[in-house]
């Protein structure tokens, strides 16, 4: 299994422009979410999926879209990005082991800095 | 709103040495408490996973407690190594299910050989 794996690694972009944050698992799990990583500010949740076609937001969603056509892909949209969304963005999946919670995995990042 | 607070910000220790890093919650109302490692520029790590039923959970040289009615969590790391050098994330799991975690601003631990 490859995990979870975030495309691209790093990313820069200018204000205004739009992308897209790439998220795949393959570990058939249900549940995928979004966070961003600033300093002295801890990771906080941006979106989150409970399963396909599900999804809601979390502390931090604005500037942000996300769908789950598919069990194994969670992408983040940005339509119009801001100097205020420089940060790492991480992705996670995890799924529910009766009785014993849930441990979340987490892909490697992507830097994006925005200009 | 859940906060999470871990003190301290950054510890530096000799090689071989126990260590407790804290973790404290304001909500108890929580369904589990997860401690993560994060090495520079890398992603999160799982570590240890404490259902709100259980007290503690042990992994190796580690071991996690929780006290829930008191709001706090300690990881203690047995005979410190210069490998175990990283930032450690304490996370409270809460929502229907425990997907949504709220997170610490993390402990950066240096182990000198």
């Known amino acids: 299994n490859a995990g979870v794996t975030q495309t691209p690694k790093f990313q820069v972009l200018k204000t205004g422009q739009s992308m897209t944050l790439q998220c795949a698992q393959d570990m058939n799990h249900e549940y995928m979410s979004w966070y961003r990583q600033d300093p002295g500010m801890g990771l906080r949740l941006i979106h989150y999926s409970v399963g396909a076609g599900i999804t809601d937001q979390g502390e931090v969603p604005n500037g942000y879209n996300v769908s789950r056509s598919t069990t194994e892909d969670f992408p983040l949209r940005l339509l119009s990005a801001a100097p205020s969304q420089t940060s790492v963005y991480f992705c996670?999946?995890?799924?529910?082991?009766?009785?014993?919670?849930?441990?979340?995995?987490f892909g490697a990042g992507t830097r994006l800095s925005v200009l | 709103k859940q906060e999470v607070t871990q003190i301290p910000a950054a510890l530096s220790v000799p090689e071989g040495e126990n260590l407790v890093l804290n973790c404290s919650f304001t909500d108890s109302a929580i369904y589990n408490l997860q401690w993560f490692r994060q090495d520079p520029g890398k992603g999160l790590t799982s570590l240890l996973l404490i259902q709100s039923s259980q007290r503690e959970q042990t992994s190796g040289r580690l071991n996690a407690s929780l006290d829930k009615s008191s709001g706090r969590s300690t990881l203690y790391i047995a005979a410190s190594q210069p490998g175990d050098s990283a930032t450690y994330l304490c996370?409270?799991?809460?929502?229907?299910?425990?997907?949504?975690?709220?997170f610490g601003k993390g402990t950066k631990l240096s182990v000198i050989p």
């Open positions: 996370a409270v799991g809460s929502g229907a299910g425990s997907y949504q975690l709220t």
């Open positions: 996670a999946s995890s799924y529910s082991r009766q009785g014993r919670g849930n441990i979340q995995y």
